[in-house]
């Protein structure tokens, strides 16, 4: 089980494809408009759900979905490879040659992570976005993949009594009950 932002990627690619889509000087500005729920959530008085939805209705909402998903293939194949860590890529690798399953779970949408993970043949478990009338709508479709949202999907999936034991990579607040879930967590292992 690996965490995608930070832990493969070097920067939050939530953050990124919001820069992809609408420039530098667009998407500070929005951040600077909703700094006051950003603020509120880096004090732990606002959902990081919530946080999360205000921005994405900020830059999103409205957007139509076939627009959305050739965005995400372009952020994809233009910027996320200057964002792989290199250390990552080499435990992925060993661990497909170890035969082992290997998951990317991620607090990200899925519409671009998935991507990612469609073409380096792993499973995703990300965040859904809600689309209404073939629009993104700004707000999510499942519980944000985010903490224990991500140890709760990994026991969707898998039976986690069929694993003599399981690796977990992660990097930050968002991954530690994931990391205390598995045998064998490395946090912040591709620094």
């Given at each position: 089980?690996?965490?995608?932002?930070?832990?493969?990627?070097?920067?939050?690619t939530?953050?990124?494809?919001i820069k992809?889509?609408?420039?530098k000087?667009s998407?500070?500005?929005?951040?600077?408009?909703l700094?006051?729920?950003?603020?509120?959530?880096?004090?732990k008085?606002?959902?990081?759900?919530?946080?999360?939805e205000?921005?994405?209705?900020?830059?999103f909402k409205?957007?139509?979905?076939?627009?959305?998903?050739?965005?995400?293939?372009?952020?994809?194949?233009?910027?996320?490879?200057?964002?792989?860590?290199?250390k990552?890529?080499e435990?992925?690798q060993?661990?497909?040659?170890?035969?082992?399953?290997?998951?990317?779970?991620?607090a990200?949408?899925e519409?671009?992570?998935?991507?990612?993970?469609?073409?380096?043949g792993l499973?995703?478990?990300?965040?859904?976005?809600?689309v209404k009338?073939?629009?993104?709508?700004?707000?999510?479709?499942?519980?944000?993949?985010?903490?224990?949202?991500?140890?709760n999907?990994?026991?969707?999936?898998?039976?986690?009594?069929?694993?003599?034991?399981?690796?977990?990579?992660?990097?930050s607040?968002g991954?530690?009950?994931?990391?205390?879930?598995?045998?064998?967590?490395?946090?912040?292992?591709?620094?």
């Amino acid at each position: 089980m690996f965490d995608f932002d930070g832990t493969i990627t070097t920067k939050d690619t939530f953050l990124e494809i919001i820069k992809f889509k609408v420039g530098k000087k667009s998407f500070y500005f929005g951040m600077f408009l909703l700094s006051p729920f950003l603020a509120a959530f880096k004090l732990k008085i606002y959902p990081n759900w919530k946080a999360k939805e205000r921005v994405l209705t900020y830059f999103f909402k409205g957007v139509p979905q076939e627009e959305f998903d050739q965005l995400c293939q372009a952020f994809i194949a233009k910027e996320i490879t200057g964002m792989i860590r290199p250390k990552a890529l080499e435990a992925i690798q060993k661990h497909k040659e170890e035969g082992d399953e290997i998951s990317i779970v991620s607090a990200s949408a899925e519409n671009w992570v998935k991507l990612w993970c469609d073409k380096m043949g792993l499973k995703c478990i990300g965040t859904k976005l809600e689309v209404k009338e073939g629009k993104i709508t700004g707000k999510l479709a499942t519980k944000n993949c985010y903490g224990q949202e991500k140890v709760n999907r990994v026991k969707e999936i898998y039976q986690i009594e069929n694993y003599s034991s399981i690796f977990g990579y992660g990097d930050s607040d968002g991954d530690k009950e994931l990391l205390a879930f598995v045998s064998t967590p490395g946090f912040r292992a591709f620094e």
